[in-house]
């Protein structure tokens, strides 16, 4: 019997007690209250310790394993291997890359910041390159990469003091580069080739100049003029993913729990049951046993809507590296949104699978407390001409995970296995799905909104 109905059965006690002696003389006159009172929730249970025994927040020491096994095996048809080949070929993974670190980066509008114009791109490509590079150190041991990664994280920590725009689009790169940057710097801590004081140095200007702005957004992304759900979900989930990045980093439990109670209940859209707001429905096609669960963004574009399940599935695989299930919340929420936006967007023979989708009204900052009344939306059906298609990696992690790791099977994840099938080729050659600043994502700062690169790292 839970605890609930324990209280719940101790009240109605209560109060059969109360109404049998109600005609004695030891009671005041006056009327009974018959209501029996709300139970409140049961506070959820959060962790103070979790694990930091990973080579980083996002890759386990098995996938590194199961590269390095894939490697020593070479097959041409193993898409594990494939995409290795196709890793060692981004240009971002290359020794010979040169870091170009900036005192003050601007994402968003430059005015009044002291910089000429936005120069987020830098950042942006610094990024990824001492994540490819650090992640090519770990799976081939040839120091020569973790050097020149090493050499990047360096440069940008004794450089770079400030983060900032004169809007709030800053809070997109300390989101998406905060948990590159982070990654990063974890797969090098244990490399004695990095001095300690500079890895120490490191840690310090991530807690200074990256942290704040993760924890302001979390906890406040409304700021003073908006809503709590006026920033989509993926602003939310990229910060969410630095605090875990840099919280397996620095090994605070706070901040891991910071960003777990913002996805459990928080206010903003990076709650799941924000950026997931309705329950899921079953698929009118009868094709997965598993639920369909529009986002936040389906009736946005499918440009973001299929970001954010890029960038949710890299903040889940990390919280499960720290001993967190997100993937299974809310009854497997997470896979519900992945299977309702795969089905909309996937074209595994060229050919989209369907021409309508279950949806529900969505009222998008309609009647809020936002001071700017003229950005509000209300989405009647799930977007067809923005977008519609985007490929982002991720769709591997996600199959892998559910069918696989978690053991729901194949049928569950009808629609992202016939996604992550798609993406493993590139112009029919198996590749893998490759990742940050692979021109298959774009050619702009969307080409580095999630780290990727899940074929090679998640495939079992």
């Not at 019997?1 to 009240?11: A, V």
């Not at 049998?20 to 139970?39: F, H, N, R």
């Not at 929730?41 to 990973?54: G, H, S, V, W």
């Not at 009344?373 to 209300?378: L, W």
């Amino acid at each position: 019997m839970t605890m609930k109905k324990i209280i719940l059965l101790l009240t109605v006690a209560a109060f059969t007690l109360q109404l049998s002696t109600a005609c004695t003389d030891y009671l005041e006159d006056g009327t009974v209250d018959l209501t029996i009172p709300e139970v409140p929730e049961e506070p959820f249970d959060y962790p103070t310790e979790y694990n930091f025994n990973n080579p980083c927040a996002l890759i386990a020491q098995a996938d590194i394993d199961r590269v390095k096994a894939a490697i020593a095996t070479a097959d041409a048809n193993d898409p594990v291997y494939a995409s290795w080949l196709h890793f060692c070929k981004s240009k971002f993974a290359q020794p010979t890359h040169q870091p170009r670190p900036s005192k003050i980066v601007v994402r968003g509008d430059a005015t009044g910041t002291g910089v000429d114009k936005e120069n987020g791109g830098p950042c942006m490509e610094d990024a990824a390159a001492a994540f490819q590079l650090a992640l090519r150190y770990r799976i081939s041991g040839d120091e020569q990469y973790a050097t020149a990664s090493m050499n990047i994280l360096n440069a940008w920590a004794r450089t770079c003091e400030k983060i900032t725009a004169n809007d709030r689009n800053f809070y997109l790169l300390t989101g998406f580069q905060g948990y590159t940057f982070s990654n990063a710097a974890n797969m090098l801590m244990d490399w004695s080739g990095w001095a300690d004081t500079d890895k120490n140095d490191f840690k310090e200007w991530m807690l200074k100049v990256w942290y704040p702005h993760n924890r302001t957004f979390t906890l406040n992304p409304g700021g003073t003029n908006d809503c709590a759900l006026h920033c989509w979900p993926n602003w939310q989930l990229a910060n969410m993913a630095s605090l875990l990045g840099i919280g397996h980093l620095v090994k605070d439990p706070e901040i891991i729990t910071l960003a777990y109670k913002n996805f459990r209940e928080g206010e903003g859209s990076g709650a799941i049951n924000n950026m997931i707001p309705y329950a899921p429905v079953e698929d009118p096609d009868k094709l997965t046993t598993g639920m369909l669960a529009q986002s936040m963004e389906s009736g946005r574009d499918q440009g973001h809507a299929t970001l954010v399940i890029s960038i949710c599935a890299e903040m889940c695989q990390m919280a499960w590296n720290l001993g967190i299930d997100f993937w299974g919340a809310e009854n497997n929420k997470i896979l519900a949104m992945c299977e309702y936006t795969a089905k909309w967007n996937a074209k595994p023979n060229g050919t989209y699978l369907t021409t309508t989708m279950p949806f529900f009204e969505y009222k998008y900052c309609i009647d809020c407390i936002c001071k700017n009344k003229s950005h509000g939306a209300i989405h009647t059906a799930v977007t067809n001409d923005e977008g519609r298609g985007t490929i982002r990696p991720g769709w591997d992690l996600i199959y892998n995970h559910y069918a696989k790791v978690k053991g729901l099977g194949d049928q569950a994840c009808y629609y992202s296995k016939l996604f992550a099938e798609q993406l493993r080729y590139t112009n029919g050659t198996l590749t893998g799905d490759g990742g940050a600043g692979d021109s298959r994502y774009g050619g702009n700062s969307s080409a580095y909104d999630q780290i990727g690169w899940g074929t090679m790292l998640y495939t079992r």
